[in-house]
Structures are given as C-alpha cells and as structure tokens.
Nanobody
C-alpha cells in the first residue's frame, strides 16, 4: 500500500504561479503511474496531468502549456508546477497512483485563484 499527502496549495492571484507536491509513503520507482486530478465544488473530478514510466507525460488540454508534471524519486514526490493561473483552476487538487490493482488517492490540497 501507499499513502499520499498533497501540499503546496493556497491563494494566488490570476496569472500567478504555484507548485504542488505529493509525497508518497514509499518509493515511487515501481508505481504504475502517478497523476494529478482536480475537483471544484459541484463538479466532477477531472484529469489534470499524468506521468508514466519512462517519464512520458499526458497533460489535459485545459492546462497544456501552463502546468508541468514531474517526479522526484529521491524524495518520493510528485510535483505539479502551475503557471499563469486562472480562476477556473480553482479546485481541490488530488494526487493519484496505482499499485497492483489498487488505486490510491491523497486527501487533496486547495488551490484558489482570485480574479
């Protein structure tokens, strides 16, 4: 099993930047994938970005060119660098990974972008 803890959320103005981190309770080298999702109040959870083995990444079109996903295996961490933030980016951001047939989620970190 693996526990995930997100951090780095906060309040930022439109056009600002913020970096989120997800720290895992174990090494992340052999995890199936690591990804970021987000969910705004009253809306469905949506995919943001994913990084697979070989450092292949998939970025949602809504954040492409503004968000960058990366991993730091030495720190057992997944990062999401966000730039040019918009009000629509306001959401709780969740870290996600898979181990075997089990999907794991963190508790989320709040990002609020003020206009």
């Amino acid at each position: 099993q693996v526990q995930l803890v997100e951090s780095g959320g906060g309040l930022v103005q439109v056009g600002g930047s913020l970096t989120l981190s997800c720290t895992a309770s174990r090494n992340i080298f052999d995890l199936d994938h690591m990804a970021w999702y987000r969910q705004a109040p009253g809306k469905q959870r949506e995919f943001v970005a994913r990084i697979n083995t070989g450092a292949n990444t998939v970025i949602a079109s809504s954040v492409l060119g503004r968000f960058t996903i990366s991993r730091d295996t030495a720190k057992n961490a997944l990062n999401l660098q966000m730039t040019d933030l918009k009000p629509d980016d306001t959401s709780v951001y969740f870290c996600n990974t898979g181990l075997g047939r089990v999907d794991y989620w963190g508790q989320g970190t709040q990002v609020t972008v003020s206009s």
